[in-house]
């Protein structure tokens, strides 16, 4: 008997697919002339796992674990049949039957943890049976996603057939007449203490010590301790109730928020370009990041710098890159040979001519930047787009001086370029809507995660950032110091506190753009001259040993500077202000609101549409950690008249120069 798993695009595990598989299994135990049963998925996957849409309601019955139940209890071999991937519930139910048959290629995985929660449907106390405590806490704790060939290593599946996965499903159902083969009799292999001690600390560091990695974990031991059957419910009711935290809730909202990103993809009115080859306008850390991501990605690479020497470092850093991956085996010799076959470098113009796509990642110098287009579009093939990759200049300038503005658009890549997920495509006045749908596409087949945002000074992430920026500067003449801060934000869970980071990336940077912007500022306004009094004194940051931190020769990590301290208390009594005690929630929800209320001004003056682009941006680009949702997932939860009130207190404090926003906008879809 075939059951297929019909429920496009993914084959979710829906109620209706588990009561169709139900109602099947019952069907094919009733009919005794059927021997065998071989349970498939329809069009490109098998089932890739539980409906992730039904986990904010009651699951309806029957549950998974009732039907891979059925399918152990049934007394004739039922075998899965995978292709595509086969992944959380989909690979608990393949796990519940008595033979796995793959295509070459199938992903096996239980990634429930990268959701907030562990496996519901006996994951936690199958796969141990089968492959043993260690390595079932290595998979489950970190997600992991292993290939066919891995997984028949493992013992976890019969056999892998290159075609007719029917066909052979059908022969190896055949084979198995009158015998079954439950993994729920195998007992778990043996271990030691240390061995699973090991592996349990390995996965918690990994999984940042997460409550359901913690729990996979008292999952996955207690098989070897209880019988499977107590296992399973006592995994079944610790599923249930971290599916109803608000951990899981919010890694379920940006599960969805990142592929609601890409339903721009045509939806722009526009379909996008063939991209096949690169131009990188400048060798420098950018531009070789960029170029590496683009190489990485199977695209083929030009890197051009006028600069010989720049243009030999840049070349080098791409080279050293997948020289240092080759060393640590993540990459094959073949691969870098191939990947370096589709990489060139030149001096000259005239390398750019068969680009599909060209990224300037020039000097942040305006000047330098128009001299650039201009060179571009004297070489670039007519249909080519022209991306800039700048932080902050004023594309629309850019693209005014060009011939044809409608294909310049911003690509705002973040260091490094080749690992941060986050990408800004800045659609400027002139932008064609082929040009964005391209970046999308372009975007996605980088395996960034892309946000659109209309070309305003620090476009979406870093208006955010300096918002959030200002409300730390404004604590520290308050009362708080920078390693206070700095705690309060990675106890929270970022991964690095701002103070910190603003030392990192040299405080000189930030000293000169507020230069430059210091002809804008109302005198009225609030504004904190700590930053400034550092650059002063010539504490930038690492760079110069010293910034809110200082770094010693030896220091691997900032070290708490009290003559910084200093000028911080220096700073309050200049302005007359009595400092105060800041607790950790204090800090946290004031930085929290600010970007709430930042994100409500991108809204209103529309330089994002989505409001869930901008969790998307800051979970992506600025380490916000994930399973807290975002600024606007904290705003919903909230709720419109407790962020009124909370807000009218943040621009009390604020003081003048803070402009409160409508945040009604926040909690329209
Ligand atoms: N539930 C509901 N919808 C899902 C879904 C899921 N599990 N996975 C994907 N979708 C939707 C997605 O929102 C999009 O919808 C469309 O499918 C295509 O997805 C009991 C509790 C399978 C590798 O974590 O990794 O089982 O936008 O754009 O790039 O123990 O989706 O078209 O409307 O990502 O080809 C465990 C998550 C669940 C797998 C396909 N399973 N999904 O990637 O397409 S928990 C997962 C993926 C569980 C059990 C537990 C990927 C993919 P729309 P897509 P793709």
């Given amino acids: 008997m075939i059951i297929t798993v019909d429920n496009p695009p993914i084959n979710a595990g829906s109620t209706e697919v588990r009561q169709g598989l139900l109602h099947a299994i019952h069907e094919f135990q009733d009919k005794a002339q059927l021997k065998a049963a071989v349970i498939i998925g329809a069009g490109s996957t098998f089932i890739a796992g539980s409906d992730i849409k039904e986990f904010s309601l009651p699951l309806a ?68 049976r089968f492959i043993g405590v260690e390595k079932s806490i290595e998979l489950i704790c970190a997600g992991t996603r292993i290939k066919a060939d891995e997984a028949l290593q493992l013992g976890l599946i019969n056999q892998i057939v290159k075609d007719d996965l029917i066909g052979n499903a059908i022969v190896l159902a055949t084979s198995m007449f009158g015998s079954k083969k439950r993994i729920r ?73 990142e592929r609601k990103l890409f339903k721009g993809l045509g939806a722009h009115d526009a379909e996008a370009k063939p991209i096949n080859q690169i131009a990188v306008i400048g060798a420098g850390t950018m531009g070789s990041g960029i170029a590496i991501a683009c190489l990485s990605a199977g695209y083929g690479v030009v890197i051009l710098d006028q600069n010989v020497n720049a243009l030999a470092n840049g070349v080098k850093r791409v080279e050293q890159f997948y020289a240092v991956r080759l060393k640590s085996g993540k990459i094959s010799a073949e691969k870098v040979s191939e990947l370096l076959s589709r990489f060139s470098h030149s001096v000259q113009w005239g390398s750019i001519v068969s680009a599909d796509l060209i990224i300037e990642a020039v000097f942040e110098d305006i000047t330098v930047k128009h001299e650039v287009f201009q060179k571009i579009e004297a070489y670039a093939r007519a249909d080519a787009l022209l991306a800039s990759n700048t932080s902050y200049l004023d594309i629309d300038a850019i693209a005014a001086k060009t011939a044809n503005p409608s294909r310049v658009f911003g690509l705002h890549f973040f260091s490094p370029a080749q690992v941060m997920k986050l990408i800004e495509i800045v659609r400027c006045k002139a932008t064609s809507a082929v040009a964005v749908a391209t970046g999308l596409s372009f975007a996605k087949h980088l395996g960034k995660t892309p946000v659109i945002s209309a070309n305003v000074f620090g476009f979406i992430g870093n208006r955010i950032y300096t918002a959030y920026r200002r409300q730390c500067e404004f604590m520290l003449e308050e009362g708080a110091y920078p390693e206070q801060i700095d705690k309060a934000l990675e106890d929270y869970g970022f991964a690095m506190g701002p103070f910190a980071v603003a030392d990192m990336s040299g405080l000189d940077i930030a000293w000169s753009m507020r230069q430059s912007q210091a002809i804008n500022r109302k005198p009225e306004h609030r504004y904190v001259t700590i930053p400034d009094t550092l650059c002063l004194a010539g504490r930038f940051g690492r760079k110069s040993g010293f910034g809110y931190y200082q770094y010693p020769e030896d220091a691997g990590k900032p070290i708490v500077d009290p003559s910084v301290n200093l000028i911080i208390e220096a700073a309050s009594q200049a302005k007359g202000i009595e400092r105060k005690p800041f607790t950790t929630v204090d800090i946290v929800d004031r930085i929290i609101l600010s970007m709430i209320n930042e994100i409500a001004h991108l809204i209103v003056d529309k330089v994002v549409s989505d409001p869930t682009d901008c969790d998307i941006a800051l979970v992506n680009g600025y380490g916000f950690p994930r399973w807290r949702g975002g600024p606007v997932f904290i705003a919903r939860e909230l709720g419109i008249d407790t962020l009124k009130v909370q807000l009218k207190q943040l621009a009390v404090v604020s003081g003048p120069g803070f402009l409160a926003a409508n945040t009604d906008v926040i909690f329209r879809d």
Avoid: W
């Avoid at 139940?69 to 039922?78: D, G, H, Q, R, V």
């Avoid at 560091?205 to 070897?224: F, H, S, Y």
């Fill in 185 to 257: 009799e195998l007992t778990t292999p043996k271990s030691t203490a240390a061995n699973i001690l090991a592996a349990s600390n390995k996965a918690l560091k990994l999984g940042k010590n997460r409550p359901q990695v913690q729990k996979a974990i008292e999952m996955i031991c207690n098989t070897l301790i209880l019988p499977i059957d107590e296992g399973l419910a006592i995994e079944r009711e610790a599923f249930e109730k971290l599916r109803l935290s608000t951990e899981a809730k919010a890694l379920r909202y940006q599960f969805f928020a």
């Fill in 61 to 128: 019955e029957p549950h998974l674990p009732t039907v891979i139940n059925a399918i152990e209890n049934c007394s004739k071999p039922i075998i899965c049949a995978l292709h595509g991937v086969a992944l959380g519930g989909g690979f608990e139910l393949a796990l519940g039957c008595d033979a796995r048959i793959a295509l070459t290629g199938t992903v096996f995985g239980l990634p429930e943890v990268t959701l907030g929660i562990i496996p519901g449907a006996g994951g936690t106390q199958r796969l141990p």
